[in-house]
């Protein structure tokens, strides 16, 4: 075990790409634990000592949140800047000299920022871990390993399940790393879509090669009755080119009580969060709506990816 | 005992009006035990491992500032989320998905909001303790608690006592439920403000019915030499009709050296911070002015609140 | 020791003419204690149950950070308050008082204010320590002490070396107070700068006094090859009468690697940071440049003050 987590120690986190099965499994066996732990309600001290710097470039209540959590629910510290305007970058200086900097007060930096690339640039100008918490309309790998995790959560496995995308994924950067993630796996992917915000080619030919099973909707009709997991995200209004455009398909892609009537017994409800209209407040009763689980999920990757990046060897 | 605190473990704190006088002989002995504890400089480590989220929606240092000092000396974490801008409700979330959202992370939430109301709704979506930091025109019961440990603390209980309210009596959420809470015990409450800015009279017939002495007046000459305790808060010039209205009363209603010599020697005088203009900077020197006192017993009072909030047995 | 450290415990960092060469000997010596603790990977305890108030008047990350990551290496918890938005102060409470609220909840305060005399003003109002992390054009102490350990560690004594000072000497509070610090020693100081800003003669006469040789330079080629250290900061445009001023001089004050091949093997480059054009970034690769590590540094140096000023025996 020990030489497999030489994948985690002292990395950085950049991308879904990065990892392969066997990472997974120590990844999410190492979840399971802390999950266990702060649900016993023990304290865990084996960050204890440790500081994160926690760089915020753009608002993130949630990740910076869970961050903030994970970390001190392991016995470490953290240093919170959350905003451009309390920051040395208003005196102009670059992202590199403000990493260079972070990484002299702390054991790991997790940085979210406007501009994709700007993680792996980041990675360049730091001795100490990188974790990217979103990198513009790049990748934000902690959220794609927390919607996984959830449904191996739910389903003991993540071979042989059916999971619907449904809404904007064209522009989701949510939906495709999860779908990069779930590749890996033995799966079939439904993307329910309007055909101007279906998911891009090119992501679909490299899923391709790994051999599993795609199909576009335009309708959640066609295909919730065969999902294991239906994956919602946000349509926003600003995508189409007209309003008219955007009312005459918006109604299709709001989950709402009866619509889940169609949907397994089974099945899972899952969205990324923030959700605005396309999740009635009335489906939250559902006990297959778990985008709250998944924000707590969210917790436990962290405290998972932190205690082993930081950590040489597993106690 | 622990029957009692079952009034504690896992509930909300809403409002003045749900506490007993045994609660608040349980929460004020748990106070004093704290203020012990951190004047012997030793650590405290009752709530380490458990994380307290604090959301405020808007700015107040001394509120939010005493809430993470209280966790942190107990041995607990925070996540501070200090300002609407650094919030996802900058996409338009509501307070109920972003309380659902940070009681995944957190084992208590403390919520500061403009809106009267916004705290009893956020107890509807939280399955963890929330404790209201200020709502509006509502209530800021941990305020009104303090202050009412700071009286028995001066005077070694609370029963018989007179308490001169003067100010802005009509608008000041803090006396109001100042009032509510003394309302518990024999005492006499004065008040005195200008006639526009007097106790509303639905509290003064609530009060009555606890069978509280209530007087009026508009200055403080009649009745200072009787009070063992001087409540002021501030009067703004916005709440008169004209500025003329404002400049006629001003001066009745600030705190002198000189007005502090018709005083009682062991009488206190009390403001809930910060003051400007009613309390002259002269009279901190006064031994009897104990308004940074009533700060500290702010960070006591939190803390016997989380602890007990937060703990189902004592220790 | 302990009677010396009596010159640390409970007392306010304010300027750095308040040290002695012992106070310095036993600051360094903790500084030095504490680097090789946490570079050892072991947690600290010292300062658990204490509570540190970060309060920023003005943005700076570095500066913050550093303090915050002192403090919680060293056990301690933290009030992060880093925005007079975010702050009483936005209803008009002076300064004063919101210091003698937050010596309510902390054992210590660090104070960054933008305007000179602020802190020295706190500390009249503070019961508990006040540590000044730069007040406007006035101080910053813990900068000039860090630059100064630096030096230290790098030559393993501060007595017979030569400084050069480069940049803008008339308006840097850094190097004023860096000055001051090395006139305790037995050094030689260069300044390096456009006539226009060139050291104030005030400050120039009083190094004199303590006995240090002077020279000023508007080169650097002059005086490199003989330099132990390089201190280099920013020329600002805007001190310039005319832009063309400023044109005909920038270039004589940029650090690039041609101009390193002058400098002496072992001598080193520092910078208070951030930086701009003044140091030409493949310069970062010589491993004379050290202004990252002064960064580190720095944290040692703060937890070195804090241990120092909020435990009354040494362990």
């Given at each position: 075990?020990?030489?497999?987590?030489?994948?985690f120690?002292?990395?950085?986190?950049?991308?879904?790409?990065?990892?392969?099965?066997?990472?997974?499994?120590?990844?999410?066996?190492?979840?399971?634990?802390?999950?266990?732990?702060?649900?016993?309600?023990?304290?865990?001290?084996?960050?204890?000592?440790?500081?994160?710097?926690?760089?915020?470039?753009?608002?993130?209540?949630?990740?910076?949140?869970?961050?903030?959590?994970?970390?001190?629910?392991?016995?470490?510290?953290?240093?919170?800047i959350?905003?451009?305007?309390?920051?040395?970058?208003?005196?102009?200086?670059?992202?590199?000299?403000?990493?260079?900097?972070?990484?002299?007060?702390?054991?790991?930096?997790?940085?979210?920022?406007?501009?994709?690339?700007?993680?792996?640039?980041?990675?360049?100008?730091?001795?100490?871990?990188?974790i990217?918490?979103?990198?513009?309309?790049?990748?934000?790998?902690?959220?794609?390993?927390?919607?996984?995790?959830?449904?191996?959560?739910?389903?003991g496995?993540?071979?042989?399940?059916?999971?619907?995308?449904?809404?904007?994924?064209?522009?989701?950067?949510?939906?495709?790393s999860?779908?990069?993630?779930?590749?890996?796996?033995?799966?079939?992917?439904?993307?329910?879509?309007?055909?101007?915000?279906?998911?891009?080619?090119?992501?679909?030919?490299?899923?391709?090669?790994?051999?599993?099973?795609?199909?576009?909707?335009?309708?959640?009709?066609?295909?919730?009755?065969?999902?294991?997991?239906?994956?919602?995200?946000?349509?926003?209004?600003?995508?189409?080119?007209?309003?008219?455009?955007?009312?005459?398909?918006?109604?299709?892609?709001?989950?709402?009580?009866?619509?889940?009537?169609?949907?397994?017994?089974?099945?899972?409800?899952?969205?990324?969060?923030?959700?605005?209209?396309?999740?009635?407040?009335?489906?939250?009763?559902?006990?297959?709506?778990?985008?709250?689980?998944?924000?707590?999920?969210?917790?436990?990757?962290r405290?998972?990816?932190?205690?082993?990046?930081?950590?040489?060897?597993?106690?």
């Amino acid at each position: 075990m020990q030489k497999i987590q030489q994948n985690f120690y002292s990395k950085d986190i950049i991308s879904v790409n990065q990892f392969t099965k066997a990472d997974i499994d120590i990844l999410f066996a190492q979840a399971d634990l802390w999950r266990e732990k702060v649900q016993s309600g023990a304290p865990i001290t084996v960050l204890s000592g440790k500081i994160m710097a926690n760089l915020f470039y753009e608002p993130s209540t949630r990740t910076s949140s869970s961050f903030i959590a994970a970390m001190q629910r392991l016995g470490g510290g953290f240093i919170p800047i959350n905003d451009v305007h309390y920051s040395s970058v208003s005196k102009g200086e670059n992202l590199a000299d403000t990493i260079r900097t972070l990484e002299q007060y702390s054991d790991v930096i997790v940085l979210r920022h406007p501009e994709q690339g700007q993680a792996l640039l980041a990675t360049k100008a730091s001795g100490k871990p990188i974790i990217n918490a979103g990198d513009g309309i790049g990748e934000h790998p902690t959220q794609a390993l927390l919607d996984l995790y959830t449904i191996q959560n739910s389903f003991g496995s993540l071979e042989g399940l059916t999971v619907t995308m449904v809404g904007d994924l064209k522009n989701g950067r949510t939906v495709h790393s999860l779908a990069q993630l779930l590749a890996l796996y033995d799966v079939k992917l439904n993307y329910v879509a309007p055909r101007v915000l279906q998911m891009p080619i090119t992501l679909c030919n490299q899923l391709k090669n790994s051999g599993i099973q795609q199909d576009e909707h335009e309708t959640l009709d066609a295909v919730i009755a065969d999902s294991n997991v239906i994956y919602v995200t946000r349509i926003q209004k600003e995508r189409f080119d007209s309003l008219s455009d955007y009312e005459a398909v918006k109604d299709a892609f709001v989950i709402t009580p009866e619509i889940m009537q169609s949907a397994p017994k089974d099945s899972i409800l899952m969205h990324p969060l923030p959700r605005l209209a396309e999740i009635h407040p009335s489906v939250d009763r559902d006990p297959r709506a778990i985008y709250f689980k998944q924000v707590q999920n969210g917790m436990y990757v962290r405290m998972a990816l932190l205690s082993l990046l930081l950590r040489e060897e597993l106690s």
